[in-house]
């Protein structure tokens, strides 16, 4: 299985607040496999940007200040991938490319694609791919995957993955920021056209790989469907065990069988405390 990733696309309501350790006055020097932060000068980052350290500092990554942020909502999907050697792996609205560049630090060294519409955020997945050391495996793509699915068809591959916007357009309070809004709000691809994309650059029997609001599980399941993807593992995810599930992280197949395995809760918090396996999420150990 892969690790999990975090996205937080600056709302409340989508996944669980997460808190990464601002980077002031860090001077980040390479060295094989990426990179490593000393106290000896100060690196910058750009105007109108973060620089995160995760992992124990092992993952860096440039965020902007404002709008489109990563959670752990993304850290709980990769960790639910499970990506064989030689797969071929699509992420589908990759934001600052935190969930390919996570797996990649994870060790794996597997072929993968980012694609993101948004070119301040093509922009950061670039930049943070490069300053992990990790861009020799991963591709950033900017464009629209509805109009990029036919050619990425012709790559084959194996997994595709997706942290997609949990709300429908017209639903709720507009977000008056333009990127927050296409992270948020379905502007720019719905479920159906998810899915669609999703089972149409997939091989045979490939895996699709989405997290999603649990109150939309029965839609998903009925637009997969339609789209030749048939469900296979399913993981309900909850705030902590008195409460309800509010997220949920599923594996389809494309033209699968009818047999499905519901696995065990995800519980975010226990005892005050992020729970065992969620803390485990932020080592890069396998």
Do not use: W
């Not at 910058?44 to 350290?53: R, S, V």
């Not at 709008?67 to 639910?80: T, V, W």
């Not at 091989?203 to 993807?229: H, M, N, T, W």
């Amino acid at each position: 299985m892969l690790g999990t990733s975090l996205k937080n696309r600056g709302r409340s309501g989508h996944g669980f607040n997460f808190h990464a350790h601002k980077v002031r006055q860090y001077h980040i020097l390479p060295h094989k496999g990426g990179f490593y932060a000393s106290s000896a000068e100060a690196m910058t980052p750009a105007p109108g940007e973060t620089l995160d350290l995760l992992c124990q500092g092992r993952l860096p990554v440039f965020q902007r200040k404002d709008g489109y942020r990563f959670s752990i909502d993304a850290f709980i999907l990769a960790n639910f991938v499970v990506l064989k050697k030689h797969e071929r792996l699509l992420d589908i609205g990759t934001g600052c490319g935190i969930i390919p560049i996570y797996i990649a630090k994870r060790g794996y060294r597997n072929y993968m694609v980012g694609i993101e519409i948004q070119d301040g955020l093509f922009r950061l997945a670039q930049k943070n791919g490069a300053f992990n050391g990790v861009d020799d495996r991963i591709e950033f793509m900017k464009g629209d995957i509805k109009i990029q699915a036919g050619v990425l068809r012709s790559r084959r591959f194996d997994v595709v993955v997706s942290n997609p916007p949990f709300t429908r357009k017209h639903a709720g309070r507009q977000c008056p920021s333009t990127s927050r809004r296409i992270a948020r709000y379905e502007t720019e691809l719905d479920l159906a056209g998810l899915v669609s994309v999703a089972s149409m650059v997939l091989d045979q029997k490939g895996r699709f790989y989405l997290i999603y609001p649990a109150r939309r599980l029965g839609e998903l399941v009925c637009e997969a469907g339609r789209s030749r993807l048939a469900l296979k593992r399913l993981r309900m995810v909850h705030p902590r065990p008195e409460e309800d599930a509010n997220l949920f992280v599923a594996e389809f197949m494309k033209d699968g069988g009818p047999e499905a395995r519901i696995e065990k809760p995800l519980y975010i918090y226990e005892n005050c405390d992020y729970s065992a396996e969620v803390k485990q999420y932020y080592s890069l150990e396998g």
